[in-house]
C-alpha cells in the first residue's frame, strides 16, 4: 500500500502549501494596507507552484477522447487503457517535477520515460489527435529536466515527435515536432525562472534577517562596552566624592564635575552607537583609562610607542582599553595597571596588565578570552576576530590579570594624521601618573 501513503503525503503537501500561501496572502494584505499611506507597493507573493498549474493542457487530448466516444478508434479498449497511461503519468510527473528532491528522483525519470513511451505507441497506432499528446510528453520533459541537460533531452524530444509524426502522417507532422520542441523549452524555462524567483526571495528574506540579527548584536555589544565602562567610572567616581566631602571639599568637586563629563559623554556615545557611526579614538580612551584607573586608587602606566593606527584599528583598540580597564576598576583589586601599546609597519599589540589579587596568579597563562571573562570579552574577540586580529585574557606568570589584543595593521587605509596634543599626551604616557588622594 506504499502508493496510498505517497498519495496521503502529496495531498499533505498541497494542504502545506495552500496554507502557507494563506498566510503570505494574509501578510501580503496587510503590507498593502499599510502601503496605502506611504505609497510603496508590496510584492504579490502569488499562489504556491504546484502541478495544479500544469494539469489545464491535459485537454490536448480531448480529440483523442472523443474519438474513442464517437467509436472512431480502432481496439478502442486499448486505447482507453493507453490514455488512462498516459493521463496518470503524467499527473504523477507534473506534480513531482516542483520540488527538486522528487524531480531528480529515479523514480520520476522512469516514470518520464514510460510516458514517452506510451506516447510513441498510442501516435504510431492511431495518428491523427493522438499525435498531440507529443506536445504534452514535451511539456512534462521540460518540467521535470533542467539545465545542463535540456537543450539535449528538448532536441531529443522534439526529434523523436518528428520522426513518429512524419512516419504516421507524412510530412505535416513536422508541426507536431515543433510544437513539442517549444512546449518543451518554454516550459522549462518559465518553470526555471519561477524556481529561482522564489530562492531569491527566500534568500532576500535570509538575509535581511541574518543584517538584523548582526545589527542587535552590535548594538548589544557596543551598549554593554559603553554603559558597562561608564557606570563604573561614575559609581568610582561617586564614592571618591562622597571620601573627600568632608576633608576636601574642592577635590570632591571636581569628581563630581568628572561624573558629570562622563555623564554627558555617555549620552553622546549612546546617540552615536544607536546610529552606528561611532569610531573610537585611542589617545581620548587612554586619558579616560588614566582618570577612571586614578579615582579607583590604581596607579596608571600608560605606554605607547610605533607609528599612528588606520581609523579602524584605533576604534577596536579602544574598544579593548575600555573593557579591559573597566574590569580592572571593578574587579582586580589592583593597586598598579600598566597599558602597553607597540605597533611596527604590520602590526599593533595593546596590553593590559594588573597586579591585582582578583584572580589566581597560579593559574595558567593567558588564553583565549572564550574560555575566561564574560559578555565583554567575548564581544571583543568576536570585533577583533572579524578584523584578523586575536584576543587572549587570562591569569599572568607574574600575578594579576593580563588582557593582550594583536590586530594586523590595514595598509590600504590611510593613517590618521598626528597632532601635536597627540604627540604630547604619547610623550607624557611614558611616565607613571599619580594617583588622586583619597
Not at 518540467?143 to 532536441?155: E, F, I
Not at 551598549?223 to 559609581?235: A, K, P, W
Amino acid at each position: 500500500m506504499s502508493w496510498i501513503r505517497g498519495v496521503t503525503c502529496q495531498a499533505n503537501q498541497w494542504r502545506t502549501a495552500r496554507a502557507q500561501w494563506r498566510a503570505d496572502m494574509e501578510r501580503f494584505k496587510d503590507r498593502k494596507r499599510e502601503a496605502d499611506k506611504s505609497g510603496k507597493v508590496p510584492e504579490n507573493p502569488g499562489p504556491p507552484p504546484t502541478g495544479f498549474s500544469l494539469l489545464p493542457w491535459l485537454l490536448l487530448g480531448m480529440g483523442s477522447f472523443s474519438n474513442l466516444l464517437q467509436g472512431k478508434t480502432a481496439d478502442p479498449w486499448i486505447g482507453a487503457l493507453g490514455l488512462l497511461t498516459f493521463n496518470s503519468l503524467y499527473i504523477y510527473v507534473v506534480f513531482r517535477a516542483f520540488v527538486r528532491e522528487a524531480r531528480e528522483a529515479t523514480s520520476t525519470r522512469v516514470a518520464l520515460v514510460l510516458m514517452g513511451l506510451v506516447t510513441c505507441g498510442l501516435a504510431l497506432g492511431y495518428g491523427g489527435n493522438w499525435l498531440l499528446f507529443f506536445p504534452l510528453f514535451g511539456l512534462a520533459t521540460g518540467a521535470v529536466v533542467r539545465t545542463p541537460y535540456l537543450r539535449w533531452a528538448g532536441t531529443g524530444v522534439a526529434v523523436l515527435s518528428g520522426i513518429v509524426s512524419v512516419t504516421r502522417d507524412g510530412w505535416g507532422g513536422l508541426s507536431i515536432a515543433y510544437g513539442t520542441w517549444i512546449s518543451t523549452m518554454v516550459t522549462a524555462v518559465i518553470l526555471s525562472l519561477s524556481e529561482a524567483v522564489r530562492e531569491l526571495r527566500v534568500a532576500r528574506e535570509e538575509l535581511a534577517r541574518r543584517a538584523v540579527e548582526r545589527e542587535r548584536l552590535r548594538f548589544s555589544r557596543d551598549l554593554h562596552d559603553l554603559l558597562g565602562h561608564t557606570m563604573s567610572v561614575i559609581v568610582v567616581k561617586a564614592e571618591a566624592a562622597r571620601r573627600l566631602a568632608g576633608r576636601d571639599l574642592t577635590a570632591a568637586l571636581d569628581q563630581i564635575t568628572d561624573i558629570e563629563s562622563v555623564g554627558r559623554q555617555a549620552l553622546t556615545e549612546i546617540r552615536e552607537a544607536v546610529t552606528g557611526y561611532r569610531e573610537g579614538s585611542l589617545a581620548t580612551e587612554l586619558d579616560r583609562a588614566r582618570s577612571a584607573l586614578s579615582a579607583a586608587g590604581i596607579e596608571p602606566v600608560v605606554r605607547q610607542s610605533g607609528p599612528p593606527f588606520t581609523p579602524q584599528t584605533e576604534a577596536l583598540l579602544s574598544w579593548v582599553v575600555r573593557e579591559a580597564v573597566t574590569n580592572a576598576v571593578r574587579h582586580s583589586g589592583a593597586t598598579r595597571c600598566e597599558i602597553t601599546v607597540a605597533a611596527t609597519a604590520d602590526h599593533v599589540r595593546l596590553t593590559v596588565a594588573d597586579d591585582g589579587p582578583g584572580t589566581s596568579a597560579t593559574g595558567p597563562g593567558p588564553g583565549p578570552a572564550e574560555a575566561i571573562g564574560g559578555t565583554g570579552l567575548k564581544g571583543l574577540t568576536e570585533r577583533l576576530g572579524a578584523a584578523g586580529g586575536s584576543l587572549r585574557a587570562g591569569p599572568s606568570p607574574r600575578g594579576g590579570f593580563t588582557v593582550t589584543a594583536e590586530l594586523p595593521v590595514d595598509q590600504g587605509e590611510s593613517p590618521l594624521p598626528t597632532t601635536s596634543g597627540a604627540s604630547a599626551a604619547s610623550a607624557a604616557s611614558t611616565a607613571p601618573t599619580a594617583p588622586r588622594p583619597t
